[in-house]
């Protein structure tokens, strides 16, 4: 009868155990879940702002304990520029980077923060004044509100200078010119203005486009010109200063919302130190690039004051257009102009 008893128990503890083993993990030890959050954007290899991407992916791991599963996808590696901005607001990844200018059609306002609609940004001091005070503040919650998207800092790849076949001096020069631009309508504008022959293009596009004669040039920072060769096919760099692109750290706030609050405040502060970091690196560096640039055989062009003077004026008109879209644009160029000092 012992036997009996004694065999029974046996089955009924390795029964029990059985059953633990199938138990969650989190169940048996107390650990938390772990959040995936697929970080995905096109800058190029090698730039402060691919670097520091990839920085935060790991800061993101490493102080969460594992909790946050961050994972970098760099250089277009997820889709296009347009793919990767409306997967971030649909939330099939959780944060990409991308200029404010992006928001044109739902929340011009904000546009107006990522360069709109040229030559509005005097200097990087005025940046910083803009996106790292309340206007910055404002602008986030902003996108919030409208897009589903969070700005949780701003990294930058700083002023945009044309590469193009031929050189350009003046706006003479420039006429006709065959422009890529981003799939926005405000760059269309703004080239247009100039007299040139803005031609919308994904961004993947840009070398074969240059290669293959559909564009005669491009408009980008020394990082981009440099990390994605364009160079190879084009030699002429004009350095207008025309357009500063701040880059915001967009991320989906539904997947924010729905972290634990300790982790929902590591995103956001990791961010802020990261990209604060990122945005000394890329104004250090920007002088080594351009080196590096001409040593690999591109021939720079300054724009004279007067030619400065002229470009800026060709594009003035569009302050006022700009600032008809809406009360609250109209309000946000005047904050962003009253700060330019």
Excluded at 97 to 125: L, N
Excluded at 132 to 147: L, N, P, Y
Excluded at 292 to 303: D, M, S
Excluded at 318 to 339: G, R, Y
Aim: aromatic share 8%; proline share 4%.
């Amino acid at each position: 009868m012992s036997r009996v008893i004694h065999s029974t128990a046996r089955r009924q503890i390795i029964q029990a155990g059985l059953a633990s083993s199938v138990l969650p993990w989190s169940t048996l030890v107390g650990a938390q879940p772990n959040f995936t959050m697929r970080i995905a954007h096109v800058e190029a290899m090698g730039s402060p702002l691919t670097d520091s991407l990839e920085k935060w992916t790991k800061l993101l791991k490493e102080k969460s304990g594992g909790r946050i599963d961050a994972q970098h996808f760099p250089a277009g590696q997820l889709g296009s520029y347009t793919q990767l901005i409306e997967s971030s607001r649909i939330g099939t990844i959780q944060a990409t980077t991308g200029g404010p200018d992006t928001e044109e059609s739902v929340a011009p306002e904000i546009a107006a923060t990522g360069g709109a609609p040229g030559f509005i940004f005097k200097d990087e001091a005025h940046v910083d004044k803009v996106l790292q005070g309340e206007i910055g503040k404002e602008v986030s919650a902003i996108a919030r509100k409208k897009t589903g998207i969070e700005f949780v800092a701003f990294g930058e790849a700083g002023f945009r200078h044309l590469l193009s076949k031929r050189p350009v001096a003046n706006l003479e020069q420039l006429k006709g010119l065959k422009i890529r631009v981003p799939e926005i309508k405000l760059w269309v504008d703004f080239w247009r203005r100039l007299g040139a022959n803005p031609t919308p293009l994904p961004y993947a596009e840009q070398y074969s486009a240059l290669s293959s004669g559909v564009i005669d040039g491009l408009e980008a920072d020394y990082f981009s010109i440099r990390g994605f060769k364009w160079f190879e096919q084009a030699k002429h760099l004009t350095l207008c200063y025309h357009w500063f692109l701040p880059k915001a750290i967009r991320v989906n706030a539904k997947w924010m919302d729905g972290l634990p609050a300790d982790l929902q405040a590591l995103v956001r502060t990791s961010a802020q130190e990261v990209f604060a970091e990122q945005r000394k690196v890329n104004r250090d560096k920007a002088g080594e690039a351009l080196k590096e640039l001409e040593k690999a055989g591109v021939q720079v062009q300054r724009l004279t004051e007067q030619e400065s003077a002229r470009w800026f004026a060709s594009a003035k008109p569009l302050f006022d257009e700009f600032s008809a879209k809406s009360a609250d644009t109209k309000v946000m160029v005047a904050k962003i102009l009253a700060l330019r000092g």
